[in-house]
T-cell receptor
Framework: RKEVEQDPGPFNVPEGATVAFNCTYS??????FFWYRQDCRKEPKLLMS???SGNEDGRFTAQLNRASQYISLLIRDSKLSDSATYLC??????????????FGAGTRLAVHP | NAGVTQTPKFRILKIGQSMTLQCTQD?????MYWYRQDPGMGLKLIYY???????DKGEVPNGYNVSRSTTEDFPLRLELAAPSQTSVYFC????????????FGPGTRLLVL
């Protein structure tokens, strides 16, 4: 079983749609969780951290379910500029704080007019 | 600040050749990382360093070597290039222990033929 699993997509949605991505992780001792965004042929960039209480940043909402080892990302009112690959990222433990992140393979989102 | 810079942007190598991928950061970050990303896959950690003179293996270190003689530079060396090393290589850094956001360089695309 992969340490971090995501649906690869692609998700093809019209502008204005709401889309949700899911991610599962295998290590129950994992400490911290993130969503990164990666544009085509570019480096990953942090989109948002994911907290146990859930968190929201504008049109983006992230949720964490530790019991089910499940993370989600909800994007409301999709824009063309949201087209990218979304990477689910897990820090399996604070191994001396070295931040050895585990990356999922990513979910591709394509927003069309 | 230029952030994290990587050179070259793109390189074609023949099997058995060697090369060094350069990574430099001007943010005085202690922690630096090398990842590779194969098509449709997540990033995998090759090597990391927690400070000048200190390096350690990540998940996929075979075929690579690193050094960290200064805080700024973290070069990745391929001694005998193989087709399996065809990938996109990303360097990243964080300022200190416990920092969540990793700052990525723009990547080096390597093709081994």
């Amino acid at each position: 079983r992969k340490e971090v699993e995501q649906d690869p997509g692609p998700f093809n949605v019209p502008e204005g749609a709401t889309v949700a991505f899911n991610c599962t992780y295998s290590n129950s001792a994992s400490q911290s969780f993130f969503w990164y965004r990666q544009d085509c042929r570019k480096e990953p960039k942090l989109l948002m951290s994911v907290y146990s209480s859930g968190n929201e940043d504008g049109r983006f909402t992230a949720q964490l379910n530790r019991a089910s080892q499940y993370i989600s990302l909800l994007i409301r009112d999709s824009k063309l500029s949201d087209s990218a690959t979304y990477l689910c990222v897990v820090n399996p433990r604070f191994s001396g704080g070295y931040n050895k992140l585990i990356f999922g393979a990513g979910t591709r989102l394509a927003v069309h007019p | 600040n230029a952030g994290v810079t990587q050179t070259p942007k793109f390189r074609i190598l023949k099997i058995g050749q060697s090369m060094t991928l350069q990574c430099t950061q001007d943010m005085n970050h202690n922690y630096m990382y090398w990842y590779r990303q194969d098509p449709g896959m997540g990033l995998k950690l090759i090597y990391y360093s927690v400070g000048a003179g200190i390096t350690d293996k990540g998940e996929v270190p075979n075929g690579y070597n690193v050094s960290r003689s200064t805080t700024e530079d973290f070069p990745l060396r391929l001694e005998l290039a193989a087709p399996s090393q065809t990938s996109v290589y990303f360097c990243a850094s964080i300022p200190r222990q416990g920092t969540e956001t990793q700052y990525f360089g723009p990547g080096t695309r390597l093709l081994v033929l």
